[in-house]
């Protein structure tokens, strides 16, 4: 049985704001090790000898870039299945539900593997082991979402409460939690049931149809409506914007995880995992600094990334992160990492989008 890998590339992640922006979000900036967290997912899905049974990528993606999304997959040496464009923003039920209506069109029988391309895995041989895992808990009709093993009692996080045991590794889904507060999230931490929602599913194309169908058929029929009318270039498809524009705004978790039975969790994974969704986040990833980096004097517990063209350096300060790129500058306590939108909000008043 054939798995397909589809990747989402459509978020702006301003979160990691100014080298995050609306033009180049997160996952096509080479924020670690020279090479983009796009470039990164594609590769970790490619083909090898390892036993999967993996096609060509299909990347689903906002309209605004496909010249990154083309540039960067020639860049990795990787020729996709498909590039679907994305004509405005919605949310991963529509997502999925395109997904699903595409690959069931090709192969009614595949395994579709959905997967944000803005996340990073140290230790990718070890998230492939956990797709192998997966695939015969899948092909026995389950949606199988992946369990990050937790390290630390995160807030920013939801969580999967593992029940009884079906397979390696693998468990059927007691509950979903969302983002909890910290008292909350150590009692997860204590129970041992608990692993960090990743966002990243296997399932039966045909088993995600029936589970729209049955909890969200509104968005299924849309995305099919809208994939009908769609126009193809090649292997690029431009989504119809009227239909398209149309589907529910809602999450896949809302529209389907938290309402099916067919649930499981393959984990936890210990797999060097992070969604680089902050910049502590992005700083907790303890990469090499280079020669030519900021200066530090007496900083203590600092996050500084600077672009090629400017030097930093901070002297005698604590738990600050400092960003500079491309003429911008963000300088703000590690503890206010989630209220950078306040910085977007603020330069949208001052029609400031040349900075976003």
Known sequence: ??????????????????????RTPKQFVDLLSGESLFR??????AKADDGLSLAEPVIISNANYVDLVQSQLADAGISPLAILLEPCARNTAAVAAIATEYISRIDPDGLILLLPADHFIGMP????KSVADAVEIAQNGRIVTFGISPSGPET????IKAGEAIGTSAYAVDAFREKPDQATAMTYLADGN???NAGIFLFPASLMQTELKAHAPDVLAGAAEALDATLATDSVLHIDEPLFSKIRDISIDYAVMEHTQKAAVVGPISCAWSDVGTWP???ELHLEPKESGPVLIDAKNCIVHTDDDTLVAALGVEDLVIAAHDGAVLVMPKSRAQDVKLVIEALKKRGRTDLL
């Open 1 to 22: 049985m054939t798995i397909y890998p589809v990747i989402m590339c459509g978020g702006s992640g301003t979160r990691l704001w100014p080298v995050s922006t609306s």
């Open 281 to 283: 986040a992005f700083g």
């Open 156 to 159: 920013g996080f939801g969580y």
């Open 40 to 45: 990164q997912t594609v590769r970790r899905v």
């Open 194 to 196: 608990y692993s960090w």
């Open 125 to 128: 041989s070890a998230f492939r």
